[in-house]
């Protein structure tokens, strides 16, 4: 095995200026603990919290504070085992559940341990895995089929937080979905409202290229929204295109016009799910919400998704695959940044083992 360990790390030099710098440096390979797996990482997604922490150094409370190795959407191999891990094995083809509950306190003991208090790859002061050789719980690594790539596997944690959203959201056959966003999480919403019964479903964006991802991913109706346009404006287009009021709602911007838009679109009785963060506070129709009993939920990243993935990915259920349109080495992780950074691919996937650069 390798003796060295290229990371891409982030490091806060400049007080003046809140942008990290990203850097390419060798650590060392990390030792399993008992309960852990030692993995060599092969497929790395970029997101949109990872762009927010390179460009910002922060997100809301997360503050990067001197440095941290960047990356949470990952799939690799395991290399070894700690010596209480039964369920997997040397070579074993994994995806990393990036969050662990690190007290059995009440929410993990009702199943929602993504309230605890968690270990979260990538989020200050816990370092993610962007790079050659990471250390996990074992019992957050899930094996992959063979019939599932190392992509697909790093892609399970986006469509974990598409499959909360519908479960939250409690959409079921039948439903008229209204999809706010068409980036990576819109997408993903978009294919887990369609597994799950969802009859017609409309996707809203300002940038035609991903509207026409979510047309080629299965969206009856898109909708380029026009700067300016009111949310009541909005909300009238989205009915007149699915031929009444959406039943659910899965709002994935975080932007205030995009949420009022939400509830003046959501049917009387329906409900609007908030996935996408924005400012803190927003001013929002609450009481056309109420007087309409629009049920308003929140989503925090996801509990209990990744096996439910992994069947939908090996049985075919979803097809995740076109979301990725760009891939670089590991070595070039600050050109794919900045290629997500410019919005110019849906999903950028970094591949960290130099001796496979496969899907």
């Known amino acids: 095995m390798a003796s060295e360990n290229l990371s891409a790390v982030l490091y806060k030099k400049r007080d003046t200026v809140p942008q990290c710098d990203i850097v390419l440096e060798n ?5 399993p603990g008992d309960n852990e797996v030692l993995l060599q ?14 460009l910002k ?17 990952a799939a690799g191999r395991v290399v070894k085992c700690g010596k209480n891990v039964s369920h997997l094995k040397q070579g074993d083809r994994v995806a990393i559940e990036p969050g662990y509950p690190l007290s059995n306190d009440e929410f993990s003991k ?24 990471y250390k996990h719980n074992a019992d957050f690594c899930y094996k992959l089929p063979d019939n599932v790539s190392y992509e697909e596997g790093a892609l399970i944690e986006p469509l974990s937080v598409g499959i909360h959203a519908c479960r939250r959201a ?14 990576p999480i819109g997408l993903m919403s978009l294919l887990v ?9 409309v ?3 300002l940038f035609q290229n991903r509207l026409d991802m979510a047309k080629k991913l299965g969206a009856d109706y898109i909708l380029k929204i026009e700067r300016g346009k009111s949310p009541q404006d909005v909300a009238k287009q989205v009915e007149e295109l699915l031929g009444g009021m959406p039943d659910r709602t899965i709002e994935c911007t975080g932007a205030e016009s995009a949420i009022q838009t939400g509830i003046y679109a959501t049917k009387s009785g329906g409900c609007l799910l908030l996935v996408g963060l924005g400012p803190p506070t927003v001013n929002v129709p609450i009481v056309n919400a109420a007087c309409r009993e629009v049920d308003i939920k929140g989503v925090f990243r996801y509990c209990n998704t990744y096996p439910a993935a992994i069947q939908m990915l090996s049985s075919g259920q979803v097809n995740v695959k076109p979301l990725v349109t760009h891939r670089y080495p590991l070595e070039e992780t600050e050109e794919a940044f900045s ?12 591949k960290c083992d130099p001796s496979d650069q496969n899907p």
């Open 27 to 31: 650590r060392p390979v990390p030792e």
């Open 170 to 183: 409690e959409v079921t056959l039948g439903h008229t979905v209204f999809v706010c966003g068409a980036g």
């Open 110 to 133: 009702t199943g929602r341990y993504n309230l605890s208090k968690v270990f979260f790859c990538a989020t200050p002061p816990d370092d993610g895995n962007l790079c050659r050789f």
């Open 339 to 350: 290629v997500t950074r410019a919005g110019e691919g849906i999903k950028v996937m970094l």
């Open 203 to 205: 996707v809203t964006d």
């Open 193 to 201: 409202s369609k597994a799950m019964g969802a009859s017609k479903i």
């Open 57 to 73: 150094g922060r997100i809301g409370d997360f503050i990067v504070k001197d440095h941290m190795v960047i990356g949470h959407e």
């Open 41 to 54: 990482m092969h497929s790395v997604g970029i997101c949109g919290s990872d762009v927010s922490y390179w």
